[in-house]
């Protein structure tokens, strides 16, 4: 996993799979601004969002139980079936300094009245971004344009361990989103990667591969053991005049002895979004001051 995680992050290629160009819809500022709701309640968004897919549904799990929630759809051949939590609303603010509530509606599967865990998986998501209007009404202002997949622990997302409004940032000119860490600790090892949120509101809300954020098995070794190794990656925000500013990835730590790897410690890369792709991909990398 590691090894694939490096390949990705050091490569002169993207940091992700490219994935397949399909015909993408295409955004429309004024037929969001049309989407108003009387406030943010899981009544009110379930309603507008999903009125023809909501099912009873019944699960046996603490997490579904800790948040509003309902089925989603038929249970599908394998039995399993869709539940839809709505996460707590998070506050932040647009490129020109106005407040936005981001709502956040995970899909998660259940089998058998139980949630269905996996280690390490991912979860999929819709994000809806409004704006509050003089008369009190939620007007949308962007959305995914489809369910996006976000990597996560035990089947719990991890972008909601982000805390949207104290990390949300400038990544482009007229564009505010945050970079978050998944990671995952198994059986001595732990393993992260950053991503990218994009907030546009001339687009759709996505989230991006960014690169390996760090790595180090000190549940299996000691310190002082030749087999011993712990870095982390380090992202860095480089505002420049650009749609997309550049994020510089700098290594720092003891990297794992494998002479397959590349030297990466002590060393930057600069990675840059590509538009078209719809990838981050390294344009440069140098070795760091």
């Keep these: 996993m590691k090894r694939l995680l490096l390949s990705l992050a050091l490569s002169l290629g993207a940091l992700s799979v490219t994935p ?40 046996d799990d603490t997490y579904i139980d800790s948040l509003p929630n309902i089925g989603l759809g038929r249970a599908d051949s394998t039995a399993y079936r869709t539940v839809a939590l709505m996460r707590p609303t998070e506050l932040y603010y647009s490129a020109d300094g106005e407040q936005r509530y981001l709502v956040t509606i995970e899909k998660v599967l259940i089998h058998d009245d139980s949630l269905e865990y996996c280690f390490p998986c991912s979860s999929k998501a ?12 939620f007007q949308l202002v962007s959305r995914t344009s489809e369910s996006v997949d976000f990597s996560s622990i035990y089947s719990s997302m991890d972008l909601q361990n982000n805390d949207i409004r104290a990390t949300s940032e400038s990544l482009g000119e007229n564009l505010v989103g945050s970079i978050f860490k998944s990671g995952y600790m198994r059986q001595g090892y732990t393993d992260s990667s950053w991503a990218v949120l994009h907030l546009p509101e001339n687009d759709f809300i996505n989230t991006y591969a960014l690169g390996d954020a760090g790595s180090d098995n000190s549940g299996q070794e000691e310190e002082g053991s030749p ?17 997309y500013y550049p994020i510089k990835l700098t290594y720092k730590g003891i990297a794992p002895d494998d002479p397959e790897l590349p030297d990466f410690i002590n060393k930057s890369f600069v990675m840059k979004f590509n538009p ?10 140098f070795v760091a001051l």
């Design 20 to 59: 397949a160009m399909a015909a993408a819809p295409a955004f429309s500022a004024s037929q969001m601004a049309q989407v108003k709701i009387k406030d943010l309640s899981f009544k009110e968004v379930m309603r507008e969002f999903y009125s023809d897919q909501m099912v009873p549904t019944v699960a």
């Design 227 to 243: 087999f011993y190794y712990s870095y982390e990656g380090v992202v860095e925000v480089m505002p420049v005049k650009a749609k």
């Design 126 to 137: 819709d994000l809806f971004s409004f704006k509050k209007l003089n008369n009190g009404q």
């Design 276 to 285: 078209v792709t719809k990838t981050y991909e390294t344009a440069s990398s």
